[in-house]
């Protein structure tokens, strides 16, 4: 007779209830490197960058994405408006603001990042894309510098808050992006 032998059938219950875990396990980590692939050619796409940038209120914008290899190289060049920033760094910068974003993708997951504006001072680090649970998760490490006597420290803090506020925007742009809401 086909089938399992009754009396064999709560010890394959208790097997298939044991495996569960890893099975779900196998999900999670399948799903979680689709996701850091779905991240990558979302990171890769110009369109997504360029959205990002509006996303940010950025008044000008000019993205160059080379791919070499299993990497790519980024280059966002960008102006952006100053208001809403404090008098004290106004006064330095003035209406508008030019940034060039620069990122160097080694692979699929990890880039080091530089940030140049015309402020004296270095903004510098890296961006890791790592599984986090059934999803992708964007870490960016950011050293900033600014070397202006008397106001560089409340300079750092600010270039900071203004990086911050721009990651989380591209954060969002990034999950309508992948739920598939285009421009």
């Given amino acids: 007779s086909a089938g399992a032998d009754p009396?064999?059938?709560?010890?394959?219950s208790r097997e298939y209830s044991d495996l569960k875990p890893v099975v779900?396990?196998?999900?999670a980590y399948r799903q979680a490197l689709a996701d850091l692939d779905e991240a990558e050619a979302m990171l890769a796409d110009p369109e997504f960058r360029k959205a990002s940038c509006a996303a940010q209120d950025v008044v000008e914008v000019d993205v160059e994405i080379l791919k070499a290899g299993k990497g790519m190289s980024v280059r966002i060049d960008k102006v952006q408006r100053t208001e809403g920033m404090p008098s004290f760094a106004r006064t330095?910068?003035?209406n508008t603001t030019k940034?060039?974003?620069?990122?160097e993708w080694s692979d699929h997951q990890h880039a080091s990042l530089e940030i140049q504006t015309p402020t004296?001072?270095?903004?510098?680090?890296?961006?890791t894309i790592e599984p986090h649970g059934s999803r992708a998760l964007e870490v960016v490490e950011l050293d900033i510098t600014a070397k202006?006597?008397?106001i560089g420290g409340r300079l750092e803090r600010l270039m900071g808050d203004l990086v911050h506020r721009s990651?989380?925007?591209?954060?969002?742009t990034g999950i309508a992006w992948l739920a598939g809401e285009r421009p």
């Fill in 7 to 12: 009396s064999d059938i709560p010890a394959l």
């Fill in 167 to 172: 990651i989380d925007v591209e954060h969002q």
């Fill in 92 to 94: 330095i910068i003035g």
């Fill in 99 to 103: 940034a060039l974003q620069l990122e």
């Fill in 120 to 127: 004296p001072g270095t903004m510098r680090g890296t961006i």
């Fill in 24 to 27: 779900a396990e196998i999900a």
């Fill in 148 to 150: 202006i006597p008397l």
